[in-house]
T-cell receptor, first 115, second 114 residues
């Protein structure tokens, strides 16, 4: 019973390159959430998706960042033209519902380093 | 600004003693709170949750207390063990956010002294 799978675990990109982060939710989960964590900080909400739909992207920067959760395959967080400030750990969580007291399970995260 | 924050950034506890980690929140309309444990290099792990219509909830070796009057949340860990060493985050689900959007505090690092 695999949990939330994120890959890659570590990603190094040069400034200006694109970063693609993948998240496979737990089996049976159709709700996916992306969070960003800076060193010594708590997690910051970025985006909430259901299959093929973006429900809430209020925490995602307007430029360079995009997310998708296609009908088939993992959810993708895409960062174009990365800058040093994008260096952080990006966590994905999934749940089987989106209600108030839904328990979301987190993946191990992708640590992005922009050099 | 931050809606959720912690009083103490670090906490050192002797093995076998009880630990208390505190958290303050500012949104009185928040309805649901969660404590997460994050070990180095790993994702947050759910510990225990509580809804705003409760003031106490117990799990295995952990208890969460909610004081809505002063908007304070605490996590108590009984008989702290070395495996409890981690960063602990409180998080709240913002009522009216329209989606499952957790707001996390900065975290408290718990170090257990053997």
């Amino acid at each position: 019973n695999a949990g939330v799978m994120q890959n890659p675990r570590h990603l190094v990109r040069r400034r200006g390159q694109e970063a693609r982060l993948r998240c496979s939710p737990m089996k049976g989960h159709s709700h996916v959430y992306w969070y960003r964590q800076l060193p010594e900080e708590g997690l910051k909400f970025m985006v909430y998706l259901q299959k093929e739909n973006i429900i809430d992207e209020s925490g995602m920067p307007k430029e360079r960042f995009s997310a998708e959760f296609p009908k088939e395959g993992p959810s993708i967080l895409r960062i174009q033209q990365v800058v040093r400030g994008d260096s952080a750990a990006y966590f994905c969580a999934s749940s089987n519902t989106g209600g108030l007291d839904t328990e979301a399970f987190f993946g191990q995260g992708t640590r992005l380093t922009v050099v | 600004g931050e809606s959720v924050g912690l009083h103490l950034p670090t906490l050192s506890v002797q093995e076998g003693d009880n630990s208390i980690i505190n958290c303050a929140y500012s949104n009185s309309a928040s309805d649901y709170f969660i404590w997460y444990k994050q070990e180095s290099g790993k994702g947050p792990q759910f510990i225990i949750d509580i809804r705003s219509n409760m003031d106490k909830r117990q799990g295995q070796r952990v208890t969460v207390l909610l004081n809505k009057t002063v908007k304070h949340l605490s996590l108590q860990i009984a008989a702290t063990q070395p495996g409890d060493s981690a960063v602990y985050f409180c998080a709240e689900n913002m009522v009216g956010a329209g989606s499952y959007q957790l707001t996390f505090g900065k975290g408290t690092k718990l170090s257990v002294i053997p």
